[in-house]
């Protein structure tokens, strides 16, 4: 059974830093695609980032370029994050999330699996 824990989240001021991570584990992600996600309080499920397990490609939403850094080390099995010149509208919960398929990874409902999710809060 695959399973993902996030951690790392927090409160941090505005222009600070965090780096999430995600814990994987239930089986072999080399066929996969990873993500983040964020929802913030009455707002849907956003699109963040995500990375090819097997090759390392990556692919953010383009108002976060620069910002975040997706990267995944495959000997601990762990997605990561960074977080860099935090906003306030960064405040969210963040989830990570898995999928097979390379297709459609911008798509929350094209994931099958999901983390609990880590609470972060920009305070400006």
């Known amino acids: 059974q695959v399973q993902l824990v996030e951690s790392g989240g927090g409160l941090v001021q505005a222009g600070g830093s965090l780096r999430l991570s995600c814990a994987a584990s239930?089986?072999?992600?080399?066929?996969?695609?990873m993500g983040w996600f964020r929802q913030a309080p009455g707002k849907e499920r956003e699109f963040v980032a995500a990375?090819?397990?097997?090759?390392?490609?990556?692919y953010y939403t383009d108002s976060l370029k620069g910002r975040f850094t997706i990267s995944r080390d495959g000997a601990k099995n762990t997605m990561y994050l960074q977080m860099d010149s935090l906003k306030s509208e960064d405040t969210a919960v963040y989830y990570c999330?898995?999928?097979?398929?390379?297709?459609?990874?911008?798509?929350?409902?094209?994931?099958?699996?999901w983390g609990q999710g880590t609470q972060v809060t920009v305070s400006s």
């Open positions: 999330a898995a999928k097979l398929l390379s297709y459609s990874y911008t798509l929350p409902n094209m994931y099958s699996y």
């Open positions: 239930g089986r072999t992600f080399s066929n996969y695609y």
């Open positions: 990375i090819s397990w097997s090759t390392g490609s990556s």
